[in-house]
C-alpha cells in the first residue's frame, strides 16, 4: 500500500458473518425438513385416510349393503351415467321406511326432509377438491369395482375414508389398471373374489374393454 492511500476495506460488511452459523444450521436441517415434508404429506391426518363424520342420520352400510344386500346402485343411482356419484334422495329412503321403522327417532331428520323438500344434511366423506376431475361412470363401467376406492363398505356401521384418494394413488392404478379389475357385472359386489390369477384376467379385461388411461395433466386437472 503507498503512503496516503486508504487501507483496504472489506468486501463484505461485518454482520455477514453473524449469518454464516445461520447458513450452515440451514444446510443440516433441510434434508430433516426434507424427511418431515415427505412424511407428513403421506400421513393418514393428510390425506383423510380414516375419516369418518358423524352424519345426521345414523345410517349403516354394514346393514343396507351387508345385511339386507342393497346394490350399491339402488341408493346411488347416477353411478354408471354421471361422472358424480349421486347422494341418494330423501324419497329413496322413504320407498322403505314409509312403513318400516316409520317411527323411528333416529329417521326423524328423513321424514323432515320428506315433509318440507329440504335435503339431509349428509355430510360427504369422500371429497375431492375442486381442482380434480373424477368421473365415476368412466371407472365403474369398465370393472373397476365400488371396493377399489371405498373399501368393504358392506361391513361398515359408519361409512370411512380407507384409500388416500392422492395423486400418486391414482397414478398407480391408471398406470397398471390390472390388479383393480374386474367384470363389468362384479362392479359391485363387495365379496367377489377373482377365479383365476388377478393380473392375468386384469391384462385380458384390458384388452377387451380397451382400457387405455391417460396419465396426462388434463385428464384429472381440466
Not at 1 to 7: D, I, L, T, V
Not at 92 to 112: F, G, Q, Y
Request: aromatic share 8%.
Amino acid at each position: 500500500m503507498r503512503q496516503g492511500e486508504p487501507a483496504d476495506q472489506p468486501v463484505f460488511p461485518k454482520w455477514i458473518n453473524q449469518i454464516r452459523p445461520l447458513v450452515g444450521g440451514a444446510l443440516l436441517l433441510a434434508p430433516v425438513y426434507a424427511i418431515m415434508l415427505v412424511w407428513y404429506g403421506g400421513s393418514p391426518k393428510t390425506t383423510d385416510i380414516g375419516y369418518a363424520p358423524k352424519q345426521p342420520v345414523p345410517y349403516s352400510h354394514a346393514l343396507h349393503a351387508g345385511e339386507l344386500g342393497i346394490d350399491c346402485r339402488y341408493c346411488h343411482s347416477t353411478v354408471e351415467i354421471a361422472a358424480r356419484s349421486a347422494i341418494p334422495p330423501t324419497q329413496t329412503c322413504m320407498n322403505c321406511h314409509k312403513s318400516i321403522r316409520a317411527t323411528s327417532t333416529k329417521l326423524l331428520p328423513v321424514r323432515e326432509s320428506y315433509a318440507t323438500g329440504m335435503p339431509v344434511p349428509w355430510v360427504r366423506v369422500h371429497d375431492l377438491p375442486d381442482f380434480v376431475y373424477f368421473n365415476h361412470s368412466a371407472h365403474v363401467t369398465r370393472g373397476i369395482g365400488c371396493v377399489s376406492c371405498h373399501g368393504r363398505v358392506d361391513k361398515m356401521d359408519v361409512i370411512t375414508q380407507v384409500q388416500p384418494l392422492s395423486m400418486g394413488w391414482c397414478l398407480d392404478c391408471h398406470r397398471r389398471p390390472e390388479k383393480n379389475l374386474r367384470p363389468v357385472e362384479y362392479v359391485t359386489k363387495m365379496d367377489w373374489v377373482p377365479q383365476e390369477d388377478q393380473l392375468t384376467l386384469g391384462r385380458r379385461l384390458k384388452s377387451s374393454y380397451n382400457i387405455k388411461p391417460s396419465t396426462d395433466c388434463s385428464t384429472c386437472h381440466r
